[in-house]
């Protein structure tokens, strides 16, 4: 059976082709719906594909064509300069470290191409044969389209794990025969049909004090909220946390006008309100030269909840996703966003893996500068109450990445941890749902022995590998967010995932911007004099829990729907009577939740894919 034709209903997407001869059938197939595309020097087909006016700037000179796709300020004349100087496409290296934004960069450089995304993956390159021809995507679905590659009904079972930070089996797309490009990775494709891909990013060297770092990360940020407002009217944004805020001043300091939405929840404990209100009044007027800002706070009672419609929603997807249960209450935001005629919404993504950081980095101070270590442990200790027995053992261990990874496929069907389990190992330890029947369990644990054996940490530590491996997963909620959205027009944008701002975050000290003493010290720091003063030191967070648990008293129904005629239930991977009766139960939203949401996900990405054509000429 063919895939799904997502190619003929998916509102952006991009496809990128080696200049072969074979590449250009596949492309035939691809080009009747695309609306813009280019070749390579040859006359072949090198991209095609949907995107928004000016998304995409192409510039060439000899035998070189360079393109830049994102959100970015390369010019035409800029790419064309560019092009000039490349040799040969590891020469475009220098681009690709020092041009800013979110984008991928591609180029067809004398028949071969180079094609990359993001280090985080919020832009992420998926990579496949259709026998000879091997091509690139920026999404799964197009890509299983062009190739034929079938459902893996192990890949899918992988994406009911819970938490979903198991790198890199979460990531990796539910098709057989389609593989995500790691971020620090480029790919080559040859004209002989052969890809192979090569390292051109590494972390920077984490030396960098606090105080020489703030105003680096002040003007990268700066530069990145730039590149998204500029010559756009009107810009709306996120206004809620220290993140969301510190870029939302940032645009108004620097002459954008934006119209700022902050959610109101249920909870009384819940602080944005009253922080977006205070730096409303203390921004305005911002200064000479400075945008204005217009706010509107969204009542708790107009605000969707967590599980609301979820067994209606329709949007196409290239992965099941855990933002399935609270879709409709995200995309309520975005929503009045379009409504307002917005183009670009900012938003604080990415902030809290990047400022926050991992506690896990004790774990790599400790043999190195064991006080340090020991007295950042007893902070975390005592700020979240955890076991000191477990945060020994923890630290203590010191097992490679690969051996944990193993003990994690043993494990797969024990308890989920506590809350009081202390963050200092490699990643909170995934667990298989309940209601997953032995052969999702069985797939799953064979598929993470696999990569076991081979595995390898993001970075040198426990903290390094945390954080990075936190982006990539949360920087799919951003991914996702866009394809959402992209159909009104708006685009999704998440400045703290740029490759240039995350670099400056990772570059200073780890000891000065990841404390138990003070939250989020680099950002702080960083915004003096950009946010107004009181919000600038806030030192709390909301969350929504209590509106997870409202919503699922108030939407169990919706949620019970989708255990009815259970697609994962038709491949095998659950038993939907097990499911049924878990989902009618009492549930922790702090705790419990990290089970259910993956699995609401597969199950909402499936039904929506059964409403796809099933055809594809060709």
């Known amino acids: 059976m063919n895939s799904p034709m997502s190619l003929a209903v998916v509102a952006a997407w991009l496809v990128v082709l080696p200049d072969t001869d074979a590449a250009a059938a596949v492309a035939a197939r691809a080009l009747p719906h695309a609306t813009e595309s280019h070749t390579h020097v040859s006359g072949r087909p090198w991209l095609m594909g949907r995107w928004r006016p000016g ?3 192409v510039g060439e000179c000899g035998g070189v064509r360079l393109a830049v796709w994102g959100e970015h300020a390369v010019t035409r004349e800029e790419a064309a300069r560019a092009a000039a100087t490349v040799t040969d496409v590891a020469s475009l290296d220098r681009f690709a470290r020092s041009w800013r934004g979110s984008y991928h960069l591609l180029a067809s450089v004398h028949g071969q191409v180079r094609a990359q995304g993001t280090v985080t993956g919020v832009r992420t390159l998926f990579h496949g044969a259709a026998h000879t021809a091997h091509l690139a995507a920026d999404r799964a679905d197009i890509l299983a389209d062009l190739i034929g590659a079938p459902l893996d009904e192990g890949r899918l079972a992988l994406q009911m794990l819970s938490l979903g930070v198991l790198h890199p089996l979460s990531a990796r797309p539910v098709w057989r025969g389609v593989e995500a490009l790691p971020g620090h990775d480029y790919l080559v494709l040859e004209r002989d049909g052969r890809a192979r891909s090569k390292r051109w990013w590494r972390l920077p060297r984490r030396e960098m004090p606090l105080a020489e770092g703030a105003p680096m990360l002040r003007d990268e940020l700066r530069r990145a909220v730039a590149i998204r407002v500029r ?19 940032t645009a108004v300091r620097d002459g954008a006008d934006v119209v700022a939405y902050t959610a109101a929840t249920h909870d ?19 200064g000479r030269g400075a945008g204005r800002i217009e706010h509107h706070v969204v009542p708790a009672e107009e605000f969707p909840l967590t599980y609301d419609g979820v067994d209606a929603l329709t949007d196409v997807l290239d992965a099941p996703s855990l933002y399935a249960v609270d879709r409709n209450r995200r995309m309520h935001l975005l929503a009045l966003a379009a409504e307002r005629g917005s183009t670009v919404h900012l938003s604080g993504f990415g902030g809290d893996e990047l400022l926050a950081g991992a506690s896990a980095r004790v774990h790599d101070l400790l043999p190195r500068h064991p006080r340090t270590a020991l007295r950042h442990a007893r902070g975390y200790l005592a700020k979240y109450r955890w076991s000191r027995r477990e945060a020994l053992r923890q630290l203590l261990d010191r097992r490679p990445y690969g051996v944990w990874l193993g003990q994690i496929a043993t494990d797969l069907t024990s308890p ?10 490699w990643c909170a330890p995934a667990r298989m749902p309940p209601w997953a029947t032995a052969d999702a369990v069985d797939a799953v644990r064979t598929l993470i022995r696999q990569e076991a054996a081979v595995a390898q940490p993001l970075g040198p530590g426990h903290g390094e590998h945390r954080e990075l491996a936190t982006m990539q997963t949360v920087s799919r909620f951003a991914r996702h967010l866009n394809q959402m959205t992209h159909p009104s027009g708006l685009l999704f944008a998440s400045p703290f995932y740029d490759d240039r701002v995350i670099e400056t975050g990772l570059a200073v000290r ?9 939250y989020k010290p680099l950002i702080v720091e960083a915004m ?7 919000s600038r030191t806030r030192a709390t967070k909301a969350n929504a829990t209590m509106e997870e648990e409202v919503g699922l008293r108030r939407h169990r129904e919706a949620l019970l729907a989708l255990c009815e005629d259970s697609r994962l239930a038709k491949y095998g991977l659950i038993d939907a009577d097990v499911w049924r009766t878990w ?11 990290v089970l259910l949401h993956p699995t609401v996900g597969c199950e909402v990405w499936l039904r929506t894919r059964e409403t796809l054509p099933h055809h594809l000429d060709g």
Do not use: H, K, M
């Open 416 to 425: 989920l941890p506590s809350l009081e389990e202390p963050l200092f190992q």
């Open 231 to 249: 010559g756009r009217d009107p810009i709306t944004a996120d206004l809620g946390g220290l993140d969301s805020t510190a870029v939302v001043c």
């Open 510 to 518: 780890p000891t000065e911007r990841v404390t138990p003493w003070q």
């Open 268 to 286: 009384s404990r819940g602080d944005d309100v009253y922080w977006a209100r205070r730096t409303v009044e203390e921004l305005s007027p911002a």
């Open 583 to 593: 989902c009618s139960g009492p549930v922790s939203a702090e705790l419990e939740n």
């Open 55 to 57: 998304e995409l700037t």
């Open 528 to 534: 003096r004099g950009v946010v107004p003063e009181a």
